[in-house]
């Protein structure tokens, strides 16, 4: 009995599994809490810093998130394909949306190991970022959209975000209520 608990204290640990969020925000700049506040209770903000010290940011609207803020949570990888997204730490998160308000090359940098090869350009990484889920709100899209300031920038990606999640959850269920499992009952072989 000893035996079997001291193999069992040595044994590595199991991997945990990735927590699950609707939306996940990298960066807690204007724009990202801008749009964090706007996405609600189903959103998570990460930002690397341990605290929002910079003039820059609007401290008044994080007390007035409904969603999660982790501070000092430092993204290491993002893997599309998987719509997964890793920390320093080792935590790991499965995602539906994510936005990325860091520059793009500190972004590139994440999804580098699942990249596609043919991609060469900063736009055509834009376009295979979006068919993966990840909407990138820097300050040449702000440009390119018109936003007025980045609280401005927030808002329009996270009503684009809603729009995206609605329609992908109402075409999966349309026409019925979520599913309702069917009860199968074991029958008898059939005699002819």
Request: proline share 6%; glycine share 6%.
């Amino acid at each position: 009995m000893v035996y079997l608990l001291k193999t069992l204290a040595a044994s590595p640990a199991r991997p945990v599994p990735p927590e699950r969020r609707r939306t996940i925000i990298i960066g807690g700049g204007p724009t990202g809490i801008s749009a964090a506040f706007h996405l609600g209770e189903h959103s998570l903000l990460l930002e690397r810093r341990a605290s929002l010290e910079d003039a820059g940011s609007p401290r008044a609207l994080v007390p007035l998130l409904r969603g999660e803020l982790r501070f000092g949570a430092n993204v290491v990888l993002v893997s599309p394909s998987l719509h997964m997204l890793e920390l320093a730490d080792g935590t790991r998160f499965v995602y539906d949306k994510l936005l990325s308000t860091v520059p793009m090359t500190d972004l590139a940098d994440m999804v580098m190991h699942d990249l596609a090869s043919r991609i060469s350009h900063a736009e055509f990484l834009r376009f295979w970022l979006a068919e993966h889920d990840i909407e990138v709100v820097d300050r040449a899209t702000q440009f390119c959209q018109g936003d007025v300031d980045e609280m401005a920038a927030g808002k329009r990606v996270a009503e684009y975000i809603h729009r995206a999640l609605a329609g992908r959850f109402q075409a999966r269920h349309r026409g019925s209520s979520f599913f309702v499992p069917r009860l199968v009952e074991a029958t008898a072989t059939a005699t002819p």
